[in-house]
């Protein structure tokens, strides 16, 4: 997996005023969540919101952390109510009404095997203060299902290291009905005798980010087919790991940590950039 929502006025404000590394490309909150042990993005529907990952430089700690923006600055973070520190909860994603949020994590379940250490996908109510995670049991396995994201008509995204994929981690669709999932597919024509992972869809579901080998593709959806990826030059370095990409809420603007890894463990604090999405070369979403 590694290189292994109308947004308010004081949330845009905030977006303009992140540090500019070039004409496209801004740091996301330096000094606050930038530049420390972190990776990915998840917004409220507001934009007030932002949940993220806080992990070590060892990656054995990783928990998801919320952050909220208040007159035009993020706050100090906090460690999220759900995501107490004890097992490690990674990639939270808000759906696209807000309501809910989804993450992956290797705490005990019900019915889940105790000794088990892989990740499976959770969602949780955020209109209630008091719900706890439920399993996403139509997409989850004894394998990892890690960085699910969901189109706003709910069709589900993820990677996982199951049996009989194209390589080591493949991309997995589950489709939405009106009573629950379609049966998991592999997305073939996207995946390879490498490792793909990290998969981020666009709102309305025409565009497929993801990372293979620590480089950022694209993938357009026309007329149902996904079309053969493109590497996303204008955020891919060749020293350095990008990954964990996200939308905001209405698609325009993209989401990335970029990092260092040396021997499986982190060597440079994540910074989290933010770029327009028609500065990607693959035409808006």
Known sequence: MLKTVGFSILFLAALFSATQISPSLHVFAPGVISGRDVFGTAFSKDGNTVYFCETDKDIKHIQIMVSHLAKGSWSEPTAASFSPGTFRDIDPFVTADGG???????????????????????????????????????????????????????????????????????????????????KVANLKTLNTPASEGNPAIAPNGHLLVFVRDGDLYGSRNVSGEWQSPQKLPRVNTLDETEYAPAFSGDGRTLYFTRTVFKDGKRVKPGTIYQIQVEELGLGGT
């Open 100 to 182: 809910h949020l989804i993450f992956e994590s290797n705490r005990p379940a019900p019915g889940r095997d105790p000794s088990r250490t892989d990740f499976d996908a959770y969602i949780l109510d955020l209109s209630n203060q008091t719900s706890l995670p439920v399993a996403l049991a139509a997409i989850n396995t004894d394998a990892n299902e890690v960085f699910v994201s969901s189109s706003a008509n709910g069709d589900l995204y993820f990677s996982s290291d199951r049996t009989g994929g194209e390589g080591s981690n493949d991309l997995y669709w589950a489709k939405k009905t009106g009573s629950g999932y379609e």
